[in-house]
């Protein structure tokens, strides 16, 4: 714990490192408290490097035992040693091999990094800077090294030991030991090390490579849990292929190992030939998850696969390049499953995930570039910013180059990259060779942050038949020339796409605006048109457009292009909304041409991609409302959730009589076995979306129906709707539905989390007694990261009105467990607290309550790293 000013580490002070590890041996004799890690580096002086400059190692919680260099032992004078490094004044100008012997104790190590035991299980996290916990090193990207490892453990305690890379030996150790030794043949940096030491049951397969490799493939999971590892070991096989076929990238090791653990501080983690999860997403099974976990299994799967290439492979200079890696594999993994599921469908639910978590971020206090230029703490910086707006940033680039340049400058990125620790330049150099463009001012995507705006006016001329479209681009906040913003477009008339209009500047349609304003005409337009911008979210950017509500329904009706459908009846909705929140009365039937709107789009097509249909139905979020209300005024959350719910309300009344036969539509025959596809999926989510609206307009029907529903279900998804209808809808059914919940999956903790999540968000005042009691439950627990989330998190982040209560209370259960966590999991409470990041925001009472809650935390004299950058950043 430290409080010191924290210094900042900063992008233009890079420099080589001025030691290079060629080779790393590691010795790992794993004991539940005393475990002893001996480290063999073979070394020398970086050609780059600053000869003659002292070595020094990073170290954070270890134990020296003994240092060796060149086989002779050395004693404490002849080298330094603090809390956070050892240094060799004096190093050899030649090779050398320094031999470290550490000790750390894997129980009490309670923040999750460098090697720590998840119920009972050896296993390692590196990312970012957590090789320092298991010994000394340069534990730095750009220093890359040969692996070998043996691992040696109690053969009760840990039949299973992996390690990266390929098996290359394994047998008794006496004393009722074994050891196995991996070899990785691919250098790598030291975040990417990892080892697993358990008691584990496997899941196996196998893939053969475009290249005639035969990969043997296992998930390992706790045991009894193998049956739920089947979705995930589909998942690998599905991107291995997919990676093949839509990059050209083949898996270059003869084993791909997952394990899932169930104490983890992310997602998951992409160590070489040995991925390491969250179980969260491994295990699913129709009892147990939701279509919406089937999703992110398969994504995150996909995602950690990809990094093999796109991080692994290719990895990153320094952690300013994490979007390198981030970026691009979110890139990946996100054409991964437009390809796997329905590519509209699925667009929209990545703009949905970019619209709530990185505008937000993106427009207060803890908003950077997608490449950061400082960070105190570099955890704090694995942001939505970094990864998803990373990834429309490479979108971006397709859209202006177009698919097959993008191809070939992947191809030629990956081929002269290969095996180097990389940079954002030589991403963009590898582009620019292939299209012999000039990307240098594209490249202010990555330095700029902040959400830029481009407003939008267009006339039309009927003697001359042009339509003229102006555009703005801004990005207050930060100075700079303006960036290249490629805009996907169109014409849409009374009768539909007019094809026939035509604008030399878009060639298929795609418009690059690269001038703070210019001018696109389009000829031969026969009637006024409606114009369709940044079709398919074509750019990270706000529209202002004015357009009239009935302009917005044409193109619902109309436009060739999905996104841009959806995209119009959020756009009427978010006008109500807003007109709403900000007035005592509000008059429910203005809202009755969106209400039609949508009936006749159900009639006509809610049967054909129910998916699609249910994304229609859905409005804005109250976060999403916030976000636009947002600018430039004044945040109420009980205005805009009493408004939303409003225009619920109509929608639900008007159109129950077509959600009810919707939902008889697209029931299930008896006996229908459960598919996690996208289809069965879709027709699951509209049922449910229809369920949901029916609720609001009849609590009363809603309460039977919901009951119905929870007592029949045959899967995860049908029974967690059901109960989310009840949450909503205070009484007695709504507490035997939780009770039953609970008695039914108590021994299944990632079904109690979903049990947790759904009592942090009911939006009623009680909400904040019932979590004080659901803290005292057994099952809850503050060192499983799933389960703080499942109760802290989802109430601040999906709770808006209660974590916002004006009376300052929902902000002090958050600030109250952060404060819990920060001296056993910083990085977790670090992450907790960005809760904050659109105090700002808010109406003036609840700015000043919130301004007090995160001054609390400022003032407590030992804060983490992590958290104190936080809390600082988001005061400043
Ligand atoms: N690199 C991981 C991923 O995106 C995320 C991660 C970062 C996991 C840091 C653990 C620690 O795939
Ligand atoms: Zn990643």
Redesign the pocket.
């Known amino acids: 714990m430290r409080t010191e000013t924290p210094t900042m580490i900063r992008l233009e002070d890079y420099r080589p490192s001025d030691y290079l590890i060629d080779r790393v041996e590691l010795d790992v004799r794993l004991h539940s408290r005393e475990t002893r890690i001996t480290a063999t580096l073979a070394m020398r002086p970086n050609p780059v490097g600053r000869a003659g400059a002292p070595l020094v190692l990073d170290g954070e919680d270890l134990t020296l035992v003994s240092l060796a260099l060149d086989g002779q032992p050395l004693c404490p004078d002849a080298y330094g040693l603090n809390a956070t490094s050892l240094t060799l004044p004096n190093p050899p100008s030649e090779s050398f091999t320094l031999r470290i012997e550490t000790q750390v104790n894997p129980t009490a190590n309670t923040r999750l990094m460098g090697l720590y035991r998840s119920n009972g299980v050896y296993c390692t996290?590196c990312?970012?800077d957590g090789f320092r916990r298991i010994t000394y090193f340069l534990d730095r990207p750009d220093v890359m090294a040969v692996y070998t490892t043996r691992i040696e453990a109690d053969l009760d305690e840990a039949p299973v030991l992996l390690g990266n890379g390929n098996p290359a030996d394994s047998g008794p150790a006496g004393d009722g030991r074994h050891y196995a030794i991996w070899h990785d043949p691919h250098p790598k940096p030291a975040y990417l090390f990892a080892l697993v030491g358990g008691r584990l049951d496997r899941v196996s397969g196998s893939f053969t490579t475009m290249e005639g490799r035969t990969v043997d493939l296992g998930i390992y999971v706790e045991p009894g849990q193998a049956a739920r590892a089947e979705y995930a070991l589909d998942a690998v096989i599905r991107s291995m292929a997919w990676d093949e076929q839509a990059f050209g990238r083949a898996y270059d090791l003869d084993v791909f190992n997952v394990v899932a653990v169930s104490d983890f501080?992310?997602?998951?983690?992409?160590n070489k030939g040995l991925n390491i999860f969250n179980d969260k997403f491994v295990l699913a099974s129709p009892e147990t998850a939701t279509d919406a976990d089937y999703a992110n299994i398969e994504a995150i799967i996909a995602?950690?696969y990809f990094?093999n290439w796109s991080g692994n492979r290719v990895t990153c200079r320094d952690w300013f390049q994490l979007c390198l890696k981030?970026g691009l594999t979110v890139f990946r993994d996100q054409e991964f499953s437009s390809d796997t599921r329905s590519r509209a469908v699925h667009r929209i639910s990545e703009v949905r995930t970019l619209r709530a978590r990185q505008f937000p971020e993106d427009a207060g206090p803890l908003a950077h570039p997608v490449r950061p230029n400082q960070y105190a703490e570099i955890n704090n910086f694995?942001t939505a910013t970094v990864y998803e707006k990373g990834a429309e940033i490479v979108r971006m680039l397709r859209t202006l180059i177009g698919g097959q340049a993008f191809r070939t400058g992947m191809d030629r990125y990956f081929a002269t990259c290969d095996g180097t620790a990389a940079t954002v330049e030589d991403f963009l150099a590898a582009f620019e060779a292939v299209t012999s463009r000039d990307l240098s001012a594209f490249a202010r995507w990555y330095e700029r942050p902040g959400t830029p705006t481009v407003s939008i006016t267009g006339d039309y001329d009927p003697e001359a038949k042009t339509y003229r479209i102006n555009f703005r681009q801004s990005l207050p906040g930060t100075e700079g020339p303006p960036l290249v913003i490629p805009v996907v477009l169109g014409l849409v008339g009374p009768e539909g796409a007019m094809d026939e209009a035509r604008a030399e500047r878009a060639p298929g349609g795609v418009f690059a605006l690269e001038q703070e304003t210019d001018t696109l005409t389009f000829s031969n337009v026969a009637a006024a048109p409606v114009p369709s911008l940044f079709r398919g979210f074509s750019a990270p950017v706000r529209v202002a457009f004015e357009a009239t509500d009935a302009q917005h329904l044409l193109l619902l009706r109309h436009d060739t292009d999905p996104f841009n459908r959806w995209q119009a009846a959020q756009s009427v909705g978010m006008r109500l909304v807003i007109r709403w929140a900000g007035s005592d009365s509000p008059e429910a039937a203005e809202a009755d041409a969106l209400v039609e709107a949508l009936g006749a789009f159900l009639d006509a097509e809610a049967l054909r991609d129910p998916a699609f249909a249910a994304l229609i139905l859905s409005l804005p979020s109250e976060g999403d409302i916030a976000n636009e209300i947002g600018i430039g005024s004044a945040v109420d959350p009980d205005a805009i959730r009493m408004a939303r719910e409003t225009l619920r309300r109509r929608i639900g009344e008007r159109l129950s009589d077509r959600l009810a036969q919707l939902r008889g539509d697209l029931a299930d025959r008896p006996g229908t076995p459960f598919s996690p596809d996208a289809a069965s999926a879709g027709r699951r989510a509209l049922r449910n979306a229809a369920l949901d609206l029916i609720a609001v307009a009849d609590p009363i029907a809603g309460v039977d129906l919901a009951g119905e529903q929870i007592a029949t279900a045959t899967n995860m998804t049908d029974r967690l709707a059901g109960l989310g209808v009840l949450a909503l809808i205070a009484g007695p059914q709504r507490e035997a539905a939780l009770k039953d919940f609970a008695e039914r999956f108590r021994s299944e903790p990632l079904v109690l989390d979903k049990w947790f999540a759904i009592q942090a968000t009911i939006p009623e005042s009680g909400t904040l007694e019932r979590i004080a009691a659901l803290r005292q439950h057994p099952t809850f627990s503050n060192t499983n990261p799933n389960r703080v989330r499942a109760l802290i998190g989802s109430f601040s982040s999906g709770n808006p009105t209660q974590f916002n209560r004006a009376d300052g209370a929902g902000y002090a259960l958050v600030t109250d467990a952060v404060l819990a966590l920060d001296q056993s999991n910083p990085q977790l409470a670090a992450r907790l607290l960005t809760a904050f990041g659109s105090w700002r925001m808010l109406e003036p009472n609840r700015r000043s309550v919130a301004h007090k809650a995160l001054d609390r935390i400022r003032s407590q004299t030992e804060l983490s790293r992590d958290v104190s950058d936080i809390v600082t950043r988001t005061l400043a």
């Open positions: 996290q990312e970012a501080n992310m997602g998951a983690m992409e995602h950690e990094h981030e694995y």
